[in-house]
């Protein structure tokens, strides 16, 4: 599917490049105040598929509606490409073949594989990228996966049936929150190493004001994915580890502040009470990366896949 918005120079060029393999090309114009339409009509390939939004619904409703007519058109596998060109389909059969071969459900393209990748990016986009990463692998529990806003993607249709995609949210951080909808459901996803292609597109995304934001949709996904993976569908001893944890912590905390406040004067804190308020910190802080231990365990790696 070929999800896009304002790229009337780009999108036939995408088109005519996809392999003769793919059966269906599903073009998503994401109320384009521009041609984009008339383009990838223009473009006179026969295996593609127009679908065109009234309003814009972002990027993750743009795909989430390709998704769902890959479903109707009885395809396999769905894959996403975006119409700005920056998404080679030479490397479609890498993207693929996990899938392909029955040891991954969903498969992921990677840019940062190896220390080339990242030359030339500026030390603050590294360091974004690398806090990003840890923050997704935080809320999703693919431990892992990296690059999780790269959107080259392919899934089975077995993992697409399972999946609400209405739940999926569809702004800028439907890219992250696809992976935690995924983990719940305990889909086996795999990267796939992909250089970067970057053309002539200026990405206009305020990041002081998307930042924020998506710190606080990683929380509550983070928190979601808890609730259901380990104590819905499954009583784990990972929610009791993180419960524990998470009480003892607050209770230290608690302890800590009153003997804080309570050697200001001219008396001093018994060993006692330093220890009441020091050893629930620390057995919290275990329990606490125990239950990280086996979340990292429980990640749904490529060796557990069946198609």
């Known amino acids: 599917m070929v999800p896009a918005y304002n790229e009337e120079k780009l999108i036939a060029r995408t088109i005519s490049t996809m392999p003769d393999f793919v059966d269906h090309i599903v073009v998503i114009d994401d109320a384009s105040s521009d041609e984009t339409a008339s383009e990838a009509i223009a473009a006179g390939d026969p295996r593609m598929v127009l679908i065109r939004h009234e309003d814009n619904t972002g990027v993750g409703g743009a795909v989430c509606d390709g998704h769902l007519e890959a479903l109707r058109l009885g395809c396999d596998v769905s894959v996403v490409m975006a119409g700005d060109g920056q998404m080679d389909p030479a490397y479609l059969p890498a ?18 594989y190896s220390r080339d990748s990242y030359r030339g990016m500026p030390k603050y986009r590294i360091l974004g990228n690398i806090i990003l990463s840890f ?11 990296f690059d999780p806003q790269n959107g080259y993607t392919a899934i089975h249709r077995t993992a697409l049936e399972r999946l609400n995609l209405d739940r999926v949210a569809k702004d800028y951080s439907f890219e992250n929150d ?21 053309g002539s ?32 569908f499954s009583f784990s ?65 490529r060796r557990a896949a069946t198609v």
């Open 95 to 112: 993207l693929l073949a996990p899938i392909c071969d029955g040891t991954a459900l969903f498969t992921k393209a990677n840019r940062f």
């Open 237 to 301: 001893p990972i929610a009791l580890l993180l419960l524990a944890g998470l009480c003892l912590i607050t209770f230290g905390g608690v302890a800590s502040t009153w003997v804080l406040i309570h050697t200001l004067g001219p008396t001093s804190a018994s060993a006692g009470s330093v220890l009441l308020a020091s050893l629930p910190i620390l057995t919290g802080i275990h329990f606490l990366i125990g239950a990280l231990m086996l979340d990292i365990q429980e990640s749904p790696d």
């Open 135 to 145: 923050m997704t692998k935080l809320a999703s529990g693919y431990w892992h996966l």
């Open 201 to 232: 597109e200026v990405s206009t995304m305020r990041m002081h004001k998307v930042i924020p934001a998506l710190i606080a949709q990683l929380a509550r996904g983070t928190g979601r994915r808890v609730v259901l993976k380990y104590v819905v």
């Open 178 to 198: 696809l992976l935690i909808n995924l983990n719940i459901l305990r889909i086996p996803a795999c990267d796939v190493p992909i250089p970067a292609v970057y």
